[in-house]
């Protein structure tokens, strides 16, 4: 199963908890966050990030430009990680729950939802 949560929130929900944003949250020290694992380079182009501002009239194409993003990684260049972040992510979640931890005060509108759909239809 793969979850979202917000890094602000108290209570933590169980799973291998990843941070999937390019910035490291405001006010969060490492030790705070527990996350077993980073990876920045799944977010957004800081392009896609700052033309969305988190705008929910622009959340169908901001997710069709991010799953775009997404899909052509390889083909740009960007390996997303050394062994790349939707295979680390898609086999953990094989074995145990995932939690996609982001930032945004927007719970609906926010990348690691985005990439929950994402991850979810190559399941």
């Given amino acids: 199963m793969i979850e979202t949560q917000r890094v602000y929130d108290k209570e933590q929900k ?3 908890r990843i941070l999937v944003d390019r910035i490291w949250p405001r006010g969060i020290q490492k030790e705070e966050l527990s996350a077993d694992l980073w990876l920045k380079d799944i977010a957004p ?3 896609l990030r700052k033309w969305f501002g988190h705008d929910p009239e622009k959340w169908e194409e901001f997710k069709r ?5 997404l899909d052509s990684a390889p ?4 390996t997303l990680g050394e062994k790349g972040d939707i295979t680390t992510i898609l ?3 094989k074995e145990s729950d995932i939690v996609l931890l ?3 005060k927007d719970r ?3 990348n690691a939802v985005a990439l929950k759909e994402y991850l ?3 399941i």
């Fill in 14 to 16: 169980d799973g291998y």
């Fill in 45 to 47: 182009s800081t392009e």
């Fill in 65 to 69: 430009r991010y799953f775009r993003e």
């Fill in 75 to 78: 083909a740009k260049g960007r």
């Fill in 91 to 93: 086999n953990r979640a």
């Fill in 102 to 104: 982001y930032a945004a």
């Fill in 108 to 110: 609906e509108h926010n």
């Fill in 120 to 122: 979810q239809q190559k």
